[in-house]
């Protein structure tokens, strides 16, 4: 069944197609060609080569220009490009990668870092002209960003800057586009000038001639093969002095003077390293974005096998029963089905702040940290989704899903890696809880771990509602009502919402008290180090809480009431899932009693029992139109 034939599932498709609707339905026209899918039978020197022919035919499509600003010849249309983009996680995903390393990392690192003297740079990127690579992680330093070792040593005499990897630990690794196809590299390195280091600085490194050759002082290296992603030419580069011209500082935030003069309008260095870092935001939102559309890609291919695949015969009848009609077989899938429709509202809401605050539209100086919070956080409910849902979905297809031909075991492969880069999932979640705990007072952002310590052990409020709209879109859906949550109608939002967000506030102000008690016995590292757990956990409470509103607030662009309501379902499968995951700790920590936790385990099984006519129009809602699924077990 196309999902066009559906009229249910296209009002789905059309609310969680989200404000950037054209956009996806031009996109599914542009990738209905066969060139543009990937071949896993090519080997990796092949499927590189097919990537960058892929990457040619989409840069006629018109969406790299979305991504940048009108006076460099774009469009001024960031949301749009995003979304364009992740549509390519339809097709191939090692075609995604390149192109969001092509015009999202190194061609967003130009434009957000670099100033009007770049502009040279940008024009040519956006046709290809220009093929460059994003140079910042180093093989002994991923996630630490801040103390990457690459120097780039400012010499006053020849108005250069010397770019130079000091030791094998600071080698450039693991970057895309560096192992064959990159010209130039936009490299982090520490800056020094005049014996001062000023810190972590971007810089436009040539690498390769035009015949592909490393330049004087450039060494680069293949990682060779990965685990997926067989058409990104990742690799690895190390410097040995190399010099550039001083102009070569993407100088937005910070300058160099030609006598060697440094100075910066943000006086604070930790203020200034993640502003420059909080700019570079939207390939964070772009990874999230791209693993989610792979897991609908593959629960749209286990859920059609499901629906056509029959096992064991039913002793009533004779008959042989369908996989979908089994109990356990719903629970597999359709639980996943519902996270996919929460984090595509989610993503749609993220994407949308993404815009405003990079178009300007958003002019509250907390967007843009708040953005870097959330889309971290979703960063890591999508990926993490992702890795089980392909994961579930292979093995609920049993040995036709281990075929590469039906597609599920390279879409685990590629996305795998999603969990790791843009940032370490765990380090993210680490993120999300630090920026809990310190966002309720400007003047803690820059803290060091003692003086994080020390605020956190002055909370004792109710943070989490007073400092988001929670509270108030609880008391939006809320009947008048003194009931508890236990009390409560847990199929209601009010109650739904409370409970999620009752989690996340303790969690937080507990990680808070568990922090103040252990730093009064150990140092700071220590007391945090020991909370780490208990921090993890916040993270993740408030990325649920996050995404149940997105979900609450997507439903509402349901035009169709039927639809609706379908919806409606979906919300509360999600609910009912993620509560029945968490129930061991709702139970200890007497947020629900052991008779509500046995309800919401009957309520997940009437829920999916309810579902389960629905499977193919909630499949057809999710928007991947079944001829680009190119599984050979549902065709």
């Known amino acids: 069944m196309e999902t066009g034939s559906d009229p249910i599932a296209d009002q789905l498709r059309a609310a969680l197609d989200g404000p950037w609707r054209e956009v996806r339905e031009k996109a599914r026209e542009h990738l209905d060609d066969e060139r543009l899918y990937g ?11 097919r990537v960058l022919e892929q990457m040619r035919l989409v840069s006629q499509f018109g969406w790299a220009e979305k991504g940048f600003k009108r006076e460099n010849g774009g469009a001024s249309d960031p949301g749009g490009a995003v979304t364009a983009l992740e549509m390519l996680a339809y097709t191939d995903l090692s075609l995604w990668v390149k192109c969001g390393v092509q015009w999202g990392l190194f061609g967003g690192a130009v434009e957000n870092l670099g100033t009007a003297r770049h502009k040279e740079y940008i024009e040519k990127l956006i046709t290809l002209d220009l093929l460059g690579c994003f140079a910042m992680t180093e093989t002994g330093h991923g996630s630490d960003v801040a103390n990457l070792e690459t120097t780039a040593t ?21 970057i895309g586009g560096a192992a064959e196809h990159a010209r130039v590299a936009a490299v982090f390195a520490q800056l020094i000038t005049g014996g001062e280091s000023q810190g972590v600085h971007c810089f436009v490194v040539p690498i390769r001639d035009e015949q592909g050759n490393d330049l004087p002082g450039v060494t680069t290296s293949d990682d060779g093969l990965k685990g997926g992603l067989p058409g990104v030419d990742n690799g690895r580069i190390l410097f040995d002095q190399v010099r ?67 096992q064991f015969a039913d002793p009533d009848t004779g008959e042989e029963t369908v996989l979908l009609d089994y109990r356990s077989h719903q629970r597999r899938l359709l639980p996943l089905v519902a996270r996919a429709y929460a984090l595509s509202f989610a ?31 979703l960063k890591v409910a999508q990926t993490r989704h992702a890795t089980r849902a392909i994961q579930e979905c292979r093995e609920a297809c049993g040995g036709a899903g281990y075929l590469t031909e039906n597609r599920l075991v390279t879409l685990k492969a590629d996305t795998d890696v999603f969990t790791t880069f843009e940032g370490d999932n765990v380090v993210l979640t680490q993120l999300v ?39 108030q879109m609880i008391q939006r859906l809320r009947d008048r009502s003194d009931q508890t949550v236990d009390e409560g109608d847990l199929s209601r939002r009010e109650v739904q919402l409370q409970l999620f967000a009752d989690r996340e506030d303790y969690l937080v102000r507990t990680a808070a008290h568990r922090l103040r008690a252990r730093a009064k016995e150990t140092g700071p590292f220590e007391a945090f180090n020991n909370a780490q757990d208990h921090i993890l956990a916040a993270g993740t409470a408030h990325i649920d809480r996050l995404v149940l509103e ?26 009912y899932t993620t509560i029945e995951e968490n129930q061991a700790w709702f139970i200890m920590h007497r947020f629900m009693s052991v008779e509500r936790a046995k309800a919401v385990r009957r309520g997940v099984n009437e829920l999916v029992d309810r579902l389960r006519p629905n499977a193919l129009t909630l499949i057809g809602g999710l928007g991947v139109p079944e001829k680009m699924l190119h599984a050979a077990m549902i065709e």
Not at 154 to 173: C, N
Request: proline share 4%; charged share 30%.
């Open 244 to 310: 550039i011209p001083r102009e070569n500082l993407l100088n937005r935030y910070a300058d160099v003077a030609p006598d060697g003069t440094y100075s910066s309008e943000i006086e604070n260095p930790s203020r200034r390293f993640f502003t420059t870092l909080g700019t570079l935001v939207r390939g964070r939102v772009s990874v999230g974005g791209a693993a989610a559309a792979g897991a609908r890609v593959a629960l749209s291919i286990a859920v059609r096998y499901a629906e056509k695949r029959r």
């Open 154 to 174: 400012y010499d006053p005499g020849t108005q250069e800057f010397v770019i130079h990897s000091p030791t094998p630990s600071a080698r450039k690794d693991y």
């Open 433 to 471: 809880a630090k920026e809990l705990l310190t966002s309720y007072a400007d003047e803690v952002r820059d803290l060091d771990a003692l003086g994080w310590v020390r605020f956190a052990a002055t909370m004792t409020r109710d943070v989490i509602r007073d400092a988001t709209g929670v509270r």
């Open 550 to 575: 997105a979900f609450i607030d997507g439903i509402a662009d349901v035009e169709d009431d039927e639809a609706r309501k379908l919806a409606e379902d979906v919300c509360d499968l999600f609910v």
């Open 39 to 49: 071949d896993p039978y090519l080997d990796y020197r092949a499927a590189r080569a």
């Open 347 to 377: 993503q749609n809401d993220l994407v949308r702040r993404m815009h405003l605050v990079q178009t300007g539209q958003d002019l509250d100086p907390n967007a843009q940290r708040a953005l870097e919070k959330r889309a971290a956080g």
